[in-house]
T-cell receptor, first 112, second 114 residues
Framework: DAGVIQSPRHEVTEMGQEVTLRCKPI?????LFWYRQTMMRGLELLIY????????DSGMPEDRFSAKMPNASFSTLKIQPSEPRDSAVYFC??????????FGPGTRLTVL | GENVEQHPSTLSVQEGDSAVIKCTYS??????FPWYKQELGKRPQLIID?????GEKKDQRIAVTLNKTAKHFSLHITETQPEDSAVYFC?????????????FGQGTTLQVKP
């Protein structure tokens, strides 16, 4: 199994641009999670899905952030417009059953 | 609200010594407690977990203990090695296991000096 796949691994963009992060969960996993990690705030849960349906988006910082899961093998996290304070590492994780989460390699986002 | 406190934030030990990281949680309904290790520039990886029906679990040099009454759990690493140097995160399930959500601690940076 390839594990959770994320793309791109690194993204550098300018303030105001749209950013789209992508995630492919492990096949057969019912849950998908998006996290943001920074030195100041640690690991924050942004949103998670169960069977492609968003369950809890209370961690999404503001309306500039949106996430979708159109099918069981693909999810996107979009930031529009991006701001320098969005710079962070964004992790996607998936879970085959409740609780045990497996993380992807992350996308390091830098907004200039 | 739901919260997981982790201590210490940094820990430095000599190679061969033991290291202990402690976490407390607020939600009495939590019943799953994983520990993740994150090396610099890498993803968090599950190293051990424990469920509420068990008080202790061991895997080679790593052990985790759980005290549900006091709502705290700990990670114990014995005979530490330089490759144990990393950031360690504890987590607790949010409420019962029905939500699938984990609440993470702030992390402990462990440095093992050769």
């Amino acid at each position: 199994d390839a594990g959770v796949i994320q793309s791109p691994r690194h993204e550098v963009t300018e303030m105001g641009q749209e950013v789209t992060l992508r995630c492919k969960p492990i096949s057969g996993h019912d849950y998908l999670f998006w996290y943001r990690q920074t030195m100041m705030r640690g690991l924050e849960l942004l949103i998670y899905f169960n069977n492609n349906v968003p369950i809890d988006d209370s961690g999404m910082p503001e309306d500039r952030f949106s996430a979708k899961m159109p099918n069981a093998s693909f999810s996107t996290l979009k930031i529009q417009p991006s701001e320098p304070r969005d710079s962070a590492v964004y992790f996607c994780a998936s879970s085959p059953i409740l609780d045990t989460q497996y993380f992807g390699p992350g996308t390091r986002l830098t907004v200039l | 609200g739901e919260n997981v406190e982790q201590h210490p934030s940094t820990l430095s030990v000599q190679e061969g010594d033991s290291a202990v990281i402690k976490c407390t949680y607020s939600d009495s309904a939590s019943n799953y407690f994983p520990w993740y290790k994150q090396e610099l520039g890498k993803r968090p990886q599950l190293i051990i977990d424990i469920r509420s029906n068990v008080g202790e679990k061991k895997d080679q040099r790593i052990a985790v203990t759980l005290n549900k009454t006091a709502k705290h759990f700990s990670l114990h690493i014995t005979e530490t090695q330089p490759e144990d140097s990393a950031v360690y995160f504890c987590a607790a399930s949010s409420g019962s296991s029905n939500t699938g959500k984990l609440i993470f601690g702030q992390g402990t940076t462990l440095q093992v000096k050769p």
